[in-house]
């Protein structure tokens, strides 16, 4: 199993501060399959106004996350190198329920 640091994925892909969602990526399949990693703290900016008194990561940052995950995913491979990742959209995705913790 590989492991991505935020410097290892900020050399991976274009994105940065505020817009880059994930710290940390372990990638158990190589070029197939990983798990992402976010530090996420209730000051977090999107919080703030997002459902004030309850706070939920929106939606589309966790789509995000994700896309950033498989553009990292993708680009640790040699056949992938320098190139630059674009979401270019996604089927049938729905939250089924709300996570508490």
Do not use: C
């Not at 640091?5 to 372990?26: A, G, K, S, T, Y």
């Amino acid at each position: 199993m590989k492991s991505y640091d935020i410097n290892d994925i900020m050399e991976l892909i274009p994105h940065r501060q505020p817009f880059l969602f994930v710290d940390r990526i372990e990638v158990t399949e190589e070029g197939k399959k990983g798990t992402g990693y976010k530090m996420v703290t209730i000051n977090e900016p999107f919080f703030q106004g997002h459902f004030p008194g309850n706070p939920v990561m929106p939606g589309v940052i966790i789509i995000e996350t994700m896309a950033q995950v498989g553009a990292v995913i993708l680009l640790a491979r040699d056949d992938f190198k320098g190139k630059t990742p674009y979401f270019a959209g996604i089927n049938k995705f729905r939250f089924k329920r709300k996570e508490t913790f």
